[in-house]
């Protein structure tokens, strides 16, 4: 007889961006054509410096263990880099180099989650918050992300959601999957109303903070000193250099968080490869073209996603003012969200993800990525209106 795993994994989800890529991966395999804007990948290759520098560092030898924490140069370019884009004085010491952003939020909702605990997410958020919160057998408390607000966060309404058993805060700016950008009056607010909650810890995700719109400003959580000796920043170099599949984040950690954060990556994954580690700093310390003229593309592609959603029968979008996503409202198709992106799927070729997987107030929503060629995205929206037509009609 085999044995079962303990009850926590009972209670642990998944990502299912990663199910919706496996099945149109099937369906393109059985001749199918399908067009993803299900997966929050870069379509782009990621820029040539950088794969000469992992390169380099191969033929240089470095081949083995590095420190648990990352290379000493790479954690000096990431407090570097923080200092040249929002003028903070981070140090190495407190920098953690990671295989992606999940492991900060895995390492952060572990120390902080436990049973009788409550840990605060936003909803619709990135769903692997919840999966884990879960999975401690913490309380997870949804904060509503709501379409009227712009999808940004209200302090207000945050602030209402603490109670004497909130342990953590998790916060998204720009937002996945809403696109949502939290104005920085609001981030003040917020700030001056945990600066009164001293046992509320943050975890900052800012992984896409170098994609903004509209002259918005990204606002790091960082720069506020009342809440700085508790706040867990999480940043990485998937999605602003186009480095999804190299398996590479970074975190900032007050001190006395340090060491446990050190203890779960020895005890977990011991360290990010070396070669990876060499091309994330060339990232962050060479050219940074290949950057804003990703960010311009992903520009140009935002506003054409919006205004052919909103050509749509029955389909309407708040235009997202950052990450790589459209949130776009489907209610009044008729449709409930999830139904309506495996429809898409199977009858249409086009991979979408239903709102309800990203939490309770996803429902009549999907969420559609536009890290994709204009092109493909026009196809795409040209599908969406015949199978609505369509569906419409019969």
Known sequence: MTPSPIAAFSRIGEENAFAVLARATQLMREGKDVINLGIGQPDFPTPPNIVEAAIKALRDGHHGYTPANGILPLREGVAADLHRRFGLSVSPEEVMIVPGGKVTMFMV??????????????DPGFPIYRSMIEFTGATPIPV????????????????????????????????NPTGGVTPKAEVDKLVKGLAERPRVAILSDEIYDQMVYDGEEHVCLLSYPEIRDRTILLNGWSKTYAMTGWRL??????????????????????CVNAPAQWAALEALTGPQDAVASMAAEFDRRRKAVVAGLNALPGVSCATPKGAFYAFPNVSQTKWKAKALASALLEDAGIATIGGPDFGVFGEGYIRLSYANSLENIERALGRMRDFLERKNAA
């Open 109 to 122: 909702i572990l120390m902080f989650g436990e049973p009788g605990a409550e840990i605060l997410y936003p």
């Open 144 to 175: 509503p992300v709501r379409e009227e607000n712009g999808f940004a966060f209200s302090a207000e309404e945050t602030l209402s959601l603490i109670t004497p058993r909130t342990r953590l805060l998790i916060v998204n700016s720009p937002a």
């Open 249 to 270: 984040g970074y975190s900032v950690w007050p001190g006395r968080l340090y060491e446990a954060a050190r203890k779960l990556a020895v005890n977990s994954f011991s």
